[in-house]
């Protein structure tokens, strides 16, 4: 599993084509989270993936410092589904995206993602799994996190 996690000002996402836009998702103040399930994935995994991400302090305090949570500034999620975060690029030009998670079992995963992130109260809005999505953000500092298997 793989979450990019970035502290925006705010983000939305959007699908659809020229006269059929949609937004689907919007966000203000939070982190925009993308998702990558892998082979092999669990829900055991995807609790520890959240219950991190969750408690992440990442937010300034009034001194400046990285001392809030998400929950401390009442911060908001926007959860995109993203296999080519399994991308494998180690042999020729074209990625290979063989370590992606069977597209069955990964929504599965993404859905659980989801609503364990509700359960927990913060504000969660969602992009369209498998679909082709516009993602607009403002990133705040720049602030990324990467979180994979190799570090939790």
């Known amino acids: 599993m793989r979450f990019v996690i970035q502290r925006v000002n705010h983000a939305s ?9 949609k937004i ?5 103040k939070g982190f925009l989270v993308f ?4 082979e092999g994935d669990t829900e055991e995994i995807a609790d520890r993936f959240v219950r991190k991400m969750l408690g992440l302090r990442i ?26 975060l399994y991308a494998d690029c180690r042999k020729g030009n074209r990625p290979s995206f063989t370590g992606a998670g069977d597209p069955q079992k990964a929504e599965s995963l993404y859905r659980y993602i ?11 809005e969602t992009g369209c799994f498998g679909a082709h999505m516009k993602i607009l953000s403002e ?3 720049p602030f990324t996190i990467i979180l994979d298997e190799s570090i939790l």
């Open 35 to 38: 998702i990558g399930v892998g």
């Open 24 to 28: 689907v998702g919007e966000i203000q």
């Open 59 to 84: 937010f300034p305090d009034a001194q400046g410092k990285t001392n809030l949570s998400l929950r401390d500034v009442d911060g908001q999620l926007l959860l995109i589904s993203q296999f080519t």
């Open 13 to 21: 996402v959007t699908v659809g084509e020229k006269m059929e836009k």
């Open 114 to 124: 989801v609503d364990k992130c509700r359960a927990e109260g913060p504000s969660v």
């Open 139 to 141: 990133n705040d500092g």
